[in-house]
């Protein structure tokens, strides 16, 4: 790992993200640039590179940048194929566009990779040879370190967890993948199931069944509440658990809003796999909550760009 700062970017549908990072430590205030605000990748980018400018001026020992995308996209050739959320994004090279108008080496990577890379190197992750990271938000994605590597696949599409199925009979997915977990456990997905479950008790329905407030009241012993997180739990476990017989790792990391549950999801959830998973692969297993929230694709993605450093 360099010793020298660099700046890590963090494209969100909402906003994007950036600020200068050595290892784990952010060393200036993150900058938001509103995303919506800006009509198609040329401006956008230029308000990026901007922002880099400035970070810039303050740091100029900052070595290179690390981008992290929502999305799909080429690793090698540093070209997005489609950003989730964001229109006009295909076959956009981003990576050699900033690395051009900012004059610094760059890395591009997808999202969910980041924050596993972030964990892997810094956090709940760290010291795992092999480790599973998931993030459950708005949708569900996931990264992969084998082997003390992030593993992308042959086309950089490894690790999607949200998109494999845990019923081939069930909701019908983006791409004909009937049963996809994101269709269950995001957080419109865990809103609808909540509407549908008080509405079935005969028990007022709460105002607020956001994932957040559901939690709360699980919490504070609702039973109905409790009952739709073991129901989270069991449609995570049944992908991790299919996950974990065929990769064996030693972590399993699980970050983004809806993990901010906490013990209302973690506990049915580490019930279930221990029921589910042999000795051999549950005994040495590490269930963590991630350490990086909002920050995590920040390090991530400048984690890449100091590696990117020392690689050259």
Not at 159 to 181: F, H
Not at 289 to 302: L, V
């Amino acid at each position: 790992m360099s010793n020298h700062p660099v700046i890590g970017i963090d494209f969100g549908g909402t906003s994007v993200k950036a600020a200068v990072v050595r290892d784990a430590e952010l060393l200036t205030g993150i900058i938001r640039i509103p995303t919506q605000e800006h009509r198609g990748p040329d401006s956008l980018i230029e308000a990026i590179a901007v922002e880099v400018d400035r970070l810039r001026a303050d740091h100029p020992d900052v070595t290179a940048l690390g981008i992290g995308v929502p999305g799909a996209i080429n690793f090698e050739k540093g070209v997005t194929y489609n950003l989730t959320n964001v229109a006009g994004w295909s076959s956009v090279p981003l990576r050699d566009i900033l690395a051009d108008r900012c004059g610094l080496p760059a890395v591009l990577e997808n999202d969910a990779n980041c924050m596993a890379f972030a964990e892997w190197k810094f956090g709940a992750a760290r010291g795992a040879k092999n480790a599973v990271c998931v993030t459950l938000g708005t949708g569900v994605g996931g990264g992969l370190i084998l082997n003390n590597e992030l593993f992308r696949g042959s086309y950089f599409a490894a690790g999607e967890i949200g998109q494999m199925s845990i019923d081939y009979n069930g909701v019908e997915g983006p791409y004909g993948n009937t049963g996809a977990l994101e269709r269950y456990i995001g957080n419109l997905q865990i809103t609808r199931l909540a509407e549908d479950v008080y509405s079935q008790s005969g028990t007022a329905t709460p105002e607020d069944l956001s994932p957040e407030a559901l939690a709360k009241l699980a919490e504070f012993g609702d039973r109905i509440a409790k009952h739709i997180w073991e129901r989270v739990a069991t449609y995570l476990g049944t992908c991790l658990m299919n996950t974990v017989y065929l990769l064996n790792p030693d972590a399993l990391v699980i970050g983004g809003g809806v993990a901010a549950a906490g013990d209302v999801l973690f506990d049915p959830l580490t019930d279930f796999l221990r029921s589910s998973l042999t000795p051999e692969c549950f005994s040495e297993l590490a269930i963590r909550h991630a350490r990086f929230g909002n920050t995590a694709g920040i390090i991530g993605s400048s984690a890449l760009a100091a590696e990117l450093t020392v690689a050259t």
